[in-house]
């Protein structure tokens, strides 16, 4: 199952970029939903999640204070603004669904993935 995620480019250091999300179909109608990166070949890093319906977020330490989730329940839309972007900030990141409504920090924990989009940001 292909989440379509969007929003990524290329941005100077300090930059925004707001990457956006849409889980597909019922099965993730009320799904909690993640965003992770790809740092190494065998790793995707946590960087943030939200329940459903978006009471609760979690955040990576990394990503804390700068990036903020969010989610359209009407539009079924999840968004990841990233302000204040680093250099290390540089990976392509993918939104991932679970079918619980409780979100987790854990990839293996999520059933559905996008299909990623890359972020890069110059020094």
């Known amino acids: 199952v292909q989440l379509q995620a969007s929003g990524g480019g290329l941005v100077q250091a300090g930059g925004s970029l707001r990457l956006s999300c849409a889980p597909p179909?019922?099965?993730?109608?009320?799904?909690?939903m993640g965003w992770f990166r790809q740092v190494s070949e065998n790793e995707r890093e946590f960087v943030s999640a939200?329940?459903?319906?978006?009471?609760?977020?979690d955040y990576a330490r990394s990503a804390k204070g700068r990036f903020t989730i969010s989610r359209d329940n009407v539009k079924n839309t999840v968004y990841l603004q990233m302000n204040s972007l680093k250099p290390e900030d540089t990976a392509v990141y993918y939104c991932?669904?679970?079918?619980?409504?409780?979100?987790?920090?854990?990839?293996?924990?999520?059933?559905?993935w996008g299909q990623g989009t890359l972020v890069t940001v110059s020094s």
């Open positions: 991932a669904a679970r079918t619980s409504q409780v979100p987790s920090t854990s990839a293996v924990d999520y059933q559905a």
């Open positions: 179909g019922s099965t993730f109608s009320r799904a909690a």
């Open positions: 939200i329940s459903w319906p978006g009471r609760k977020s």
